[in-house]
């Protein structure tokens, strides 16, 4: 688990809270702690915002997507729409992180294809890794619908361009990046 103040990267639900309110010896589940909790990770949510949270980025780059792709996908089984929400949300990190980069010296729409490849290469990986069938033939009509309605990937391509980017540091001031992410274990040396 990584916890970092200034970038939010933790996944606030994994929490004693979770233990105590239904398993263990004694289940204490009262309003009052309940309250407490949601109030937590509603200020942590908010204080996240003012703190460039990939969590918050992804959850608001999916929230404000989904109904474009709820038209799309309205014919379809749900597992459809819920699996390319979670390509949405996973694939914000994998851009924030830079573990997939755009590729330097192509042109816009070179760049743009290589992106929408990307996107349905990770959405066939989500069906892979949960266990679900992916059905070619729905697959193929998902496609040709989706270029259709261009604001999506056209959103998406903008969106994950511009956050490959933010944490690159400027050519030769990588020191001052680190230093200001790893500020509290720098003062109290802890590597």
């Not at 590729?103 to 290469?121: A, I, M």
């Not at 903008?158 to 990046?177: C, M, Q, R």
């Given at each position: 688990?990584?916890?970092?103040?200034?970038?939010?990267?933790?996944?606030?639900?994994?929490?004693p809270f979770d233990v105590k309110t239904g398993f263990g010896d004694i289940p204490n589940l009262n309003m009052k702690n309940v309250d407490f909790y949601y109030s937590y990770n509603s200020a942590a949510n908010m204080i996240g915002h003012s703190f460039m949270s990939p969590n918050n980025m992804a959850t608001g780059i999916t929230m404000f997507l989904s109904p474009l792709v709820a038209t799309v996908m309205k014919r379809r089984h749900y597992k459809y729409f819920k699996h390319f929400l979670f390509s949405i949300y996973l694939?914000?990190?994998?851009?924030?992180?830079?573990?997939?980069?755009?590729?330097?010296?192509?042109?816009?729409?070179?760049?743009?294809?290589?992106?929408?490849?990307?996107?349905?290469?990770?959405?066939?990986?989500?069906?892979?890794?949960?266990?679900?069938?992916?059905?070619?033939?729905i697959y193929a009509q998902i496609k040709k619908e989706?270029?259709?309605?261009?604001?999506?990937?056209?959103?998406?391509?903008?969106?994950?361009?511009?956050?490959?980017?933010?944490?690159?540091?400027?050519?030769?001031?990588?020191?001052?990046?680190?230093?200001?992410l790893f500020v509290d274990e720098i003062k109290h040396k802890q590597y």
């Open positions: 688990m990584i916890e970092h103040y200034k970038i939010n990267l933790y996944d606030i639900t994994i929490d694939l914000t990190f994998i851009f924030i992180a830079r573990v997939k980069v755009f590729p330097p010296n192509q042109t816009r729409e070179e760049s743009h294809k290589w992106f929408v490849e990307l996107f349905r290469s990770f959405f066939e990986l989500i069906f892979l890794k949960t266990s679900n069938k992916l059905s070619p033939k989706l270029m259709h309605d261009v604001r999506i990937f056209f959103c998406l391509y903008e969106t994950y361009k511009y956050l490959n980017d933010v944490f690159i540091p400027t050519p030769g001031d990588e020191a001052s990046l680190y230093q200001w």
